[in-house]
């Protein structure tokens, strides 16, 4: 027992000693068995966390591409919308001119199917309008000698305002009517020679 330290404890089970020696081990395998312990757990919560982290990683690509995907979208809205206020522009102009034609006043606060609405035209109604209002020639082959408006008179040579269009045809030339109407007057007047007069019938 010399050069050893014995330590001695008493207690109601008896007497135990023990050596330096024991102790250290025991002291030794207490904290081989915590490293070990911490070794392990430290594993297990790295693993955890590298899932977790790659899971994350997953979802924030996914959210990437989810977002690069809705800024497509919404560039491609965008440009679907101008589009559409563009061609909403257009028909709102061209609807106001038709309503300046046909001698309505454009009422632009007004709802656009409103004003679409006021200016629809039935079929019949429509059939009517082609048959009752002068439109087109009276000619099969049209060719215009003088038009209407101001020009250098052919007789005496100066300037005069021409009340109508001047066409030119061979003799014989059937001659139809432009429109649905009432014969005013049939005969030769003055420089027109033979002369056919109408006045057109609007019913709609």
Request: hydrophobic content about 35%; glycine content about 6%.
């Amino acid at each position: 027992m010399k050069d050893k330290f014995i330590i001695t404890i008493h207690d109601v089970n008896g007497i135990r000693q023990y050596t330096l020696k024991q102790i250290v081990k025991r002291y030794i395998l207490y904290f081989a068995s915590f490293i070990l312990f911490f070794i392990i757990t430290s594993t297990a919560v790295i693993y955890y966390l590298t899932k977790e982290v790659s899971q994350l990683s997953e979802k924030k690509e996914k959210l990437q591409n989810q977002f690069l995907q809705m800024t497509k979208e919404n560039i491609a809205l965008k440009k679907s919308i101008e589009q559409k206020n563009s061609e909403l522009k257009q028909i709102t102009e061209k609807l106001k001119n038709i309503e300046e034609m046909i001698g309505l006043r454009p009422e632009e606060d007004k709802e656009l199917s409103d004003r679409i609405n006021q200016l629809s035209l039935t079929t019949a109604q429509i059939y009517h309008m082609f048959k009752n209002i002068p439109n087109g020639s009276p000619l099969k082959k049209t060719v215009i000698t003088s038009r209407f408006g101001y020009r250098k008179h052919p007789v005496n040579g100066q300037r005069d305002f021409h009340p109508g269009v001047d066409l030119r045809a061979k003799w014989g030339t059937p001659v139809y009517a432009t429109a649905r109407g009432i014969v005013e007057y049939a005969g030769k007047k003055g420089n027109y020679g033979k002369l056919c007069y109408n006045t057109a019938q609007l019913r709609i």
